[in-house]
């Protein structure tokens, strides 16, 4: 079982819907990613946080809001997405001071219409 | 720039038959490598890391792999595959430097056969 959880599993949503994204693990990782994957691609990395906040924002467009409550959780908000936006939503998360070893959820996959 | 390349993108293979997925980086800076695996539908997981120490690491379903410096290589090995084993692998590098960025090979499918 991985120890860090998304939901939701799969998102279906309109271009004019606001959803949002949920990541949670309890390993005591102070540092977590949001990736983005497409079909038969390498995981692309969106956002890093570090102790709650938000170190690198891989030039990400603004329809995608990350948003990290504590250090437990990430969230990722979806408003006015579009059908290019369809992918793997990949959570990961890190010790701080690590090798760059990533823990990954299993994702979210979502379809917007 | 750190780089990473996944020589084949797919490789068939026999069940039983030994395997090898090649890959090689680039980077101006010590390195840690990674191997992950992501089976249909799922997310990556670790299976197996280079950090320091002996060359040669390995898993417990029977893969491993051995880090090369001087042909800047990690390539991954098994003996003899099963069924079970068809996934996608995926090889990655970070930079001793601490920084966040772990960067991703393509990808090569493993695709074993009865």
């Known amino acids: 079982d991985t120890e860090v959880t998304q939901t939701p599993k799969h998102l279906v949503m309109g271009m004019t819907n606001k959803k949002s994204l949920k990541c949670e693990q309890h390993?005591?990782?102070?540092?977590m990613y949001w990736y983005k994957q497409k079909a038969k691609k390498p995981p692309e990395l969106m956002f890093v946080?570090?102790?709650?906040?938000?170190?690198i924002n891989e030039s990400v467009p603004s329809r995608f809001s990350p948003e990290c409550p504590n250090s437990s959780l990430l969230n990722l908000h979806l408003h006015a997405l579009q059908p290019e936006d369809s992918a793997l939503y990949l959570c990961a998360s890190s010790a701080r001071q690590g090798t760059g070893e990533l823990f990954f959820g299993e994702g979210s996959r979502l379809t917007v219409l | 720039a750190q780089s990473v390349t996944q020589l084949d993108s797919q490789v068939p293979v026999f069940e039983e038959a030994p395997v090898e997925l090649r890959c090689n980086y680039s980077?101006?800076?010590?390195?840690?490598l990674f191997w992950y695996v992501q089976y249909p539908n799922q997310g990556l997981q670790l299976l197996l890391k280079y950090l320091s120490g002996s060359t040669l690491v390995e898993s417990i379903n029977g893969f491993e792999a051995e880090f090369n410096k001087s042909q800047t290589s990690f390539h991954l090995r098994k003996p003899s595959v099963h069924i079970s084993d068809t996934a996608e692998y995926f090889c990655a590098v970070s930079e001793h430097t601490g920084g966040f960025k772990t960067i991703f090979g393509a990808g090569t499918r493993l695709f074993v056969k009865a």
């Open positions: 946080y570090s102790y709650e906040k938000l170190s």
């Open positions: 390993m005591g990782h102070r540092a």
């Open positions: 980077s101006s800076v010590s390195v840690y």
